[in-house]
Nanobody, 123 residues
Framework: QVQLVESGGGLVQSGGSLRLSCAASGRTFSTYVMGWFRQAPGKERVFVATISWTGGRTYYADSVKGRFIISRDNAKSTVYLQMNSLKPEDAAVYYC????????????????WGQGTQVTVSS
């Protein structure tokens, strides 16, 4: 079991930056693949980024590639999502998630989820 708590969301102007954090507790953090997903009102939860156990492999949704960076600090049991050049369409509730077996872009393959943090982007 792992518990996940996101933070760092808020209101930002278009073109601005935010850094989301997801702190984990429970089972050894370094054994989990971590992912970020987002869900806008009335829409499905969609993949944003994922990072392997060691941080050596990362994958991004095409919509955020080149603007967002996922990273992790296993010593702090924390995964980050640096979001740059934010656009109004990036506004959503952002969730971090954890799974044990390999990177995945599919939400229902993640076993553990945080409560989400709201990101609002004003135009």
């Amino acid at each position: 079991q792992v518990q996940l708590v996101e933070s760092g969301g808020g209101l930002v102007q278009s073109g601005g930056s935010l850094r989301l954090s997801c702190a984990a507790s429970g089972r050894t953090f370094s054994t989990y693949v971590m992912g970020w997903f987002r869900q806008a009102p009335g829409k499905e939860r969609v993949f944003v980024a994922t990072i392997s156990w060691t941080g050596g492999r990362t994958y991004y949704a095409d919509s955020v590639k080149g603007r967002f960076i996922i990273s992790r600090d296993n010593a702090k049991s924390t995964v980050y999502l640096q979001m740059n050049s934010l656009k109004p369409e990036d506004a959503a509730v952002y969730y971090c998630a954890a799974r044990l077996y390999g990177t995945s872009l599919v939400a229902n393959e993640y076993e553990f989820w945080g409560q989400g943090t709201q990101v609002t982007v004003s135009s």
